[in-house]
T-cell receptor
Framework: AQSVTQLDSQVPVFEEAPVELRCNYS??????LFWYVQYPNQGLQLLLK??????LVESINGFEAEFNKSQTSFHLRKPSVHISDTAEYFC?????????FGTGTSLTVIP | DAEITQSPRHKITETGRQVTLACHQT?????MFWYRQDLGHGLRLIHY???????NKGEVSDGYSVSRSNTEDLPLTLESAASSQTSVYFC??????????????FGQGTRLTVV
C-alpha cells in the first residue's frame, strides 16, 4: 500500500519569507499527486495537482510544487507567504482508485 | 454549480445511540468516500463506494456502515455511538481516469460529539 509522509507537522514562518512544505510518498507506480489546504472549520480544498505533463505545477495564489519521480517527492513551495496562507496543508497521492493522505502540516505565518 | 454537502454540520449524541450522517453530491461522481479527521492522524478512510450498491471497508470501519442506493448519496451510520467516535467526519467524491482517482471534492465536514 502507498504511504505519504509529511515530515514537518508545524512550520512557522515570517510574513513575506519563503516556505517549503515537504511531502514524500512510498511508491513511484503510476500516481496522481495533490496538495490540499484546510482553513479552520472548513473542508479540504484543492490547492494544486499533478496528473501528467510538466512536473512543475502552480496554483493561482502563488504556490508551486514539483513532481520528482526519482525521489518520490512532491514538495510545496511559495516564495513569499502572506498572513492569509496560515492553514493546514495536506499532501495526497492517488493510485489504484484510492487516495492516501499525509498527516498534514500546520503552516503559521507570523506578522 | 456542482457541490458536495454534508448534514448536519454539528451533532451531539449519547453513547449507544444510532447516528446517521448524510452526504449528497451533485457532481455525478461514481466514487465516494468517508473519512474521519483526528489530531495527529490526518484523514483516515472509513468506507468507500465505487458505484451504486458497491461499498467497501476502509482502515477504520469498525462500528460504521454505509449504503449506496443512488449515485448522489452515501450516508454513514454509526450503529452504536462510542466516545472514541467523537471526531470530524468528511465526505468526498471523485471520478477516475485510467483507473486512478482524479481530484477529490470534499464536503464541509460534520463535527460529531459522543457524550
Amino acid at each position: 500500500a502507498q504511504s505519504v509522509t509529511q515530515l514537518d507537522s508545524q512550520v512557522p514562518v515570517f510574513e513575506e519569507a519563503p516556505v517549503e512544505l515537504r511531502c514524500n510518498y512510498s511508491s513511484s507506480v503510476s500516481v496522481y499527486l495533490f496538495w490540499y489546504v484546510q482553513y479552520p472549520n472548513q473542508g479540504l480544498q484543492l490547492l494544486l495537482k499533478y496528473l501528467s505533463g510538466s512536473t512543475l505545477v502552480e496554483s493561482i495564489n502563488g504556490f508551486e510544487a514539483e513532481f520528482n519521480k526519482s525521489q518520490t517527492s512532491f514538495h510545496l513551495r511559495k516564495p513569499s507567504v502572506h498572513i492569509s496562507d496560515t492553514a493546514e496543508y495536506f499532501c495526497a497521492v492517488s493510485t489504484g482508485n484510492q487516495f492516501y493522505f499525509g498527516t498534514g502540516t500546520s503552516l503559521t505565518v507570523i506578522p | 454549480d456542482a457541490e458536495i454537502t454534508q448534514s448536519p454540520r454539528h451533532k451531539i449524541t449519547e453513547t449507544g445511540r444510532q447516528v446517521t450522517l448524510a452526504c449528497h453530491q451533485t457532481w455525478n461522481h461514481n466514487n465516494m468516500f468517508w473519512y474521519r479527521q483526528d489530531l495527529g492522524h490526518g484523514l483516515r478512510l472509513i468506507h468507500y463506494s465505487y458505484g451504486v450498491h458497491d461499498t467497501n471497508k476502509g482502515e477504520v470501519s469498525d462500528g460504521y456502515s454505509v449504503s449506496r442506493s443512488n449515485t448522489e448519496d452515501l450516508p454513514l451510520t454509526l450503529e452504536s455511538a462510542a466516545s472514541s467516535q467523537t471526531s470530524v467526519y468528511f465526505c468526498a467524491s471523485s471520478e477516475s481516469f485510467g483507473g486512478i482517482n482524479t481530484e477529490a471534492f470534499f464536503g464541509q465536514g460534520t463535527r460529531l460529539t459522543v457524550v
